[in-house]
T-cell receptor
């Protein structure tokens, strides 16, 4: 089955620790995205990548980092610099061309800082 | 700056009713608009994608329309069922960008 796999589904972190959320897709999509979702707010873009070895900051990139070494993988690291990391994190991917490509999402990872 | 608004924020209807969810956006220069469904604690499921050149798309009991000139899209759900209960989000991809802008969603509850 083609799709997007996020892991872990739930993650608990102590303050001051970095954590990495995994996102893997087997859809052969070029573009990948990371979003953050908080209660009562829309999805906010953290980082996005249109192609391997290239990525751009979204609207709330501070305290986060990403890499795109392989087409199918786009891991997100939540660093200790992120002041309020408790949230639901969603990874998405989209095929080209941009005007007709449909956005697909993984099941999400819920991060809780203790 | 593109802004996307969904009204109402919540909606409760009896089973069998036809209903309309609204999505409005401020910049009409878009590549496409997409409707999603989200169940509690889950990711988003794509329902319908409307390209900027299209006026509507249909899938089963769902019909989405797009009026770029007025900055509006509607999602029509026919003969609603309790299984339709979820949050519905729309997202717009503005021309010249790679960034989708999401509305905050409409939380739908269909009562049996």
């Amino acid at each position: 089955d083609g799709g997007i796999t996020q892991s872990p589904k739930y993650l608990f972190r102590k303050e001051g620790q970095n954590v990495t959320l995994s996102c893997e897709q087997n859809l052969n999509h070029d573009a990948m995205y990371w979003y953050r979702q908080d209660p009562g707010q829309g999805l906010r873009l953290i980082y996005y990548s249109q192609i391997v070895n290239d990525f751009q900051k979204g609207d709330i990139a501070e305290g986060y980092s990403v890499s795109r070494e392989k087409k199918e993988s786009f891991p997100l690291t939540v660093t200790s610099a992120q002041k309020n990391p408790t949230a639901f994190y969603l990874c998405a991917s989209r095929d080209r061309p941009i005007d007709v490509g449909e956005l697909f999402f993984g099941e999400g990872s819920r991060l809780t800082v203790l | 700056k593109q802004e996307v608004t969904q009204i109402p924020a919540a909606l409760s209807v009896p089973e069998g009713e036809n209903l309309v969810l609204n999505c409005s956006f401020t910049d009409s220069a878009i590549y496409n608009l997409q409707w999603f469904r989200q169940d509690p604690g889950k990711g988003l499921t794509s329902l319908l994608l409307i390209q900027s050149s299209q006026r509507e798309q249909t899938s089963g009991r769902l019909n989405a329309s797009l009026d770029k000139s007025s900055g509006r899209s509607t999602l029509y759900i026919a003969a609603s069922q309790p299984g339709d209960s979820a949050t519905y989000l729309c997202a717009v991809l503005t021309s010249g960008t790679y960034k989708y802008i999401f509305g905050t969603g409409t939380r739908l509850k269909v009562l049996a």
